[in-house]
């Protein structure tokens, strides 16, 4: 069963930098998409950023605006997200996401989709004081 293990978050002050990590033992990580959305109290999921096979491409929500990065490592089965400038409303589980999808043209409309994922995390909390 494919797992997919996040970490990183926690209780920062407004302006502060968190750096998520999601990890994966799954030897085709390499093959995946990988995305983070966000889940603030009585608000639906959001996408914030996701990060193709090799890294070459990346999206992002509007509301990022540079103040987040994906990253990944493949070699260590992980993908990462820095987050700088944080505000309070940056508040919210984060969820690590994987999409198996191979494809030469992958679609960035599809990247933003939960539901084009298969494989999700159990989140993380990220909470930002101000």
């Known amino acids: 069963q494919v797992q997919l293990v996040e970490s990183g978050g926690g209780l920062v002050q407004a302006g502060g930098s968190l750096r998520l990590s999601c990890t994966s033992s799954?030897?085709?990580?390499?093959?995946?998409?990988m995305a983070w959305f966000r889940q603030a109290p009585e608000k639906e999921r959001e996408f914030v950023a996701a990060?193709?096979?090799?890294?070459?491409?990346?999206y992002y929500a509007d509301f990022v605006k540079g103040q987040f990065t994906i990253s990944r490592d493949n070699a260590k089965n992980t993908v990462y997200l820095q987050m700088n400038s944080l505000k309070p409303e940056d508040t919210a589980v984060y969820y690590c996401?994987?999409?198996?999808?191979?494809?030469?043209?992958?679609?960035?409309?599809?990247?933003?989709?939960?539901?084009?994922?298969?494989?999700w995390g159990q989140g993380t909390q990220v909470t930002v004081s101000s």
């Open positions: 996401a994987a999409d198996r999808t191979v494809s030469l043209d992958y679609s960035p409309v599809r990247a933003r989709h939960a539901g084009s994922y298969h494989y």
């Open positions: 990060i193709t096979w090799s890294g070459g491409s990346t």
């Open positions: 799954a030897r085709a990580f390499s093959n995946w998409v």
